[in-house]
Nanobody, 125 residues
Framework: QVDLVESGGGVVQAGGSLRLSCAAS????????MGWFRQAPGKEREAVAV????????EYIDSVTGRFTISKDNDNNMGYLQMNNLKSEDTGIYYC??????????????????WGKGTQVTVSS
């Protein structure tokens, strides 16, 4: 079992920055790949950024490449998403998730076993 709690969301003007945190409990967090997903109103949940269990490999969707940075601190059971130059289209609920044990880095939501409850990010233009 891995419990995940996101924090750091809020309301920010376009061009601003936010840093999302994901606090994990459970012994296997550091052995699982991790991802940040978002869901905008009326849209499907999509992977924004994902990383391998070690944090050494990362992938981003095109729209956030160069603006967002995902990181994973296995020593402290924490995950992060640094978001810079935010745009109105980044608005949504952001979720932290970890894959089924042994799974590699993935952008497929169905391969993620544990999810946090999400944190709202609102970017005003």
């Amino acid at each position: 079992q891995v419990d995940l709690v996101e924090s750091g969301g809020g309301v920010v003007q376009a061009g601003g920055s936010l840093r999302l945190s994901c606090a994990a409990s459970g012994r296997t967090f550091n052995s699982r790949a991790m991802g940040w997903f978002r869901q905008a109103p009326g849209k499907e949940r999509e992977a924004v950024a994902v990383t391998s269990w070690s944090g050494g490999f990362t992938e981003y969707i095109d729209s956030v490449t160069g603006r967002f940075t995902i990181s994973k601190d296995n020593d402290n059971n924490m995950g992060y998403l640094q978001m810079n130059n935010l745009k109105s289209e980044d608005t949504g609920i952001y979720y932290c998730a970890v894959t089924y044990y042994g799974r590699e880095i993935s952008t497929t939501p169905a391969l993620y076993e544990f999810w946090g409850k999400g944190t709202q990010v609102t970017v005003s233009s």
